[in-house]
């Protein structure tokens, strides 16, 4: 099966249908898995118990990243072959991208008051991601401003692509600028900084996480089809004759 | 290149004459800085250590308000169809409209920032500083700002859409033009002024470049 046969939509509703059960299932069980190995995890010699909320926070704040990577993919699929699956695509991760974004925030400014003593820093990651959650919010705004979906689409790509220079700034931002945050310590050149008993449950969270966003992705793309079909076919109906007695 | 000509001389003379609004965007620059000294009080110190923010956020406040004019005239009454059927590049297109943009309504900004230095107890080399960074920022959050006046342009009420749309890639203009008129004025020898100042030119630049572009591409689609 090609890519471009995948990408028919009647074809992706099928195979979506098919596959949604097993992935809800999968993403339950290694969900329930990590949250076990992450409640097994041991406590931090500093920071104690609470250290525990970046088994959430952390997945969450890499998922709100790569949401806007997944629509600026798919904008480029609008504005480059104009296909309608990557207009569906781009449009049913923003409200989810939203949501893991604001989950961030909410974990982080929670995780920070017991640690840096305060909800809110103005510093510049957690100012990035703030600006991050209200592009977000204005893509959704624009998606709804606009009747025509294919249009909107269009005007959405525009912008997702614009803001995607944000994401680069985020995730240096606690390199190029030495603030409260705490600098990357998972991902780095020299080697993860974290203890493995700290890293095997984050990494299962994040794999969870990942799941998670697609099988939400996957079932707000199909969502989205049905409404257009819906509405196309409410258009046929308002725009027959009417029979007059 | 007579086309583009012609088009920024139309375009400024049209902002200039009466009902073109961009003689306004100072007079709203003009007031938003008065407002000030009501809301946090008369003290000329505070006043001083706050001069430089308080006028950045008077001028992006004032491009923002004359941005929406930039594409909706010219679809009110038709030129913009015009305008893209034109055989020059809609990106040229694009990119002189957001000059002309700048010349009738960022310029007067800048030129009337030394009048309201004086206003918020700023001294000359504190104003000269100012100015010099709005006249380095202003044409980012002219370029940045079409963006979203092209994707306003093409909806029904885009107006508010505009602001929500735009502030947001504003900040980073904001940020530095900021950290630079701070550097000259609070934290002499401290901070260097030179730092902040070239990232804000290359965001200018980076916008110059970026700017007509997403506006182009936006018109292309949302007009059809």
């Known amino acids: 099966m090609t890519l471009t046969e995948l990408a028919n939509p009647t074809r992706f509703l099928s195979l979506a ?50 949401v806007w ?15 309608p699956l990557a207009d569906v695509a781009a449009k049913a991760a923003a409200p989810i991208g939203a949501a893991f974004t604001f989950l961030a925030l909410v974990t982080g400014s929670l995780w920070g008051r017991p640690m840096w003593g305060t909800y809110w ?61 705490q600098p990357a310590s998972v991902i780095r050149m020299a080697g993860s900084a974290l203890d493995k008993s700290f890293l095997t449950p984050l990494l299962i969270m994040a794999v969870a996480f990942s799941l998670l966003f697609i099988t939400l992705h996957l079932a707000a793309m199909r969502n989205e089809i049905l409404r257009r079909r819906l509405r196309s076919l409410q258009m046929l109906q308002a725009s027959k004759p009417v029979a007059l007695p | 290149m007579s086309a583009l000509g012609s088009l920024i001389r139309r375009d400024i003379r049209i902002a200039l004459r009466v009902g073109g609004g961009a003689l306004i965007g100072v007079l709203f620059f003009l007031t938003v800085v008065v407002l000030m000294p009501f809301a946090i009080g008369p003290d000329l110190n505070l006043l001083a250590r706050l001069g430089p923010a308080i006028l950045w956020l008077g001028a992006l406040l004032a491009s923002l308000l004359t941005l929406d004019r930039l594409f909706m005239a010219d679809h009110d009454d038709g030129s913009l169809d015009l305008i893209l059927m034109s055989r020059t590049p809609l990106e040229l297109t694009c990119a002189a409209k957001a000059l002309a943009h700048w010349l009738a309504a960022g310029v007067p900004l800048v030129v009337a920032t030394p009048v309201l230095g004086l206003l918020l107890n700023l001294d000359g080399s504190a104003t000269a500083a100012v100015a010099l960074t709005l006249l380095v920022g202003t044409p980012a959050l002219t370029f940045t700002g079409m963006i979203g006046a092209a994707l306003a342009v093409t909806l029904q009420r885009g107006g508010l859409l505009l602001a929500v749309l735009v502030l947001p890639l504003s900040i980073p203009v904001l940020i530095f033009g900021v950290a630079a008129s701070n550097a000259a004025i609070v934290e002499q020898g401290t901070m260097s002024f030179s730092t902040p100042f070239s990232i804000l030119c290359a965001i200018s630049l980076a916008s110059l470049v970026i700017g007509p572009f997403a506006a182009a591409a936006s018109l292309r689609h949302g007009m059809d």
């Open chain 1, 17 to 66: 249908t098919r596959v949604l059960p097993w992935l809800a299932m999968l993403t339950a069980v290694l969900l329930v898995f990590g949250l076990y190995q992450a409640a097994l995890a041991p406590d931090d010699y500093q920071q104690g118990a609470t250290v525990k909320i970046m088994f959430i926070h952390v997945p969450n704040a890499w998922l709100a990243m790569f």
């Open chain 1, 121 to 181: 820093e103005w510093d510049a990651r957690l100012t990035s991601v703030l600006i991050l959650f209200l592009m977000y919010l204005g893509l959704i705004a624009l998606w709804r401003a606009v009747e025509d979906p294919s249009r909107a689409a269009r005007a959405a790509a525009v912008l997702t692509l614009v803001g995607a220079i944000n994401i680069p700034i985020i995730k240096f931002s606690v390199d190029w600028w030495n603030t409260l945050h």
């Open chain 1, 69 to 83: 990577g997944v629509m600026s993919v798919a904008s480029l699929g609008t504005l480059v072959w104009r296909h």
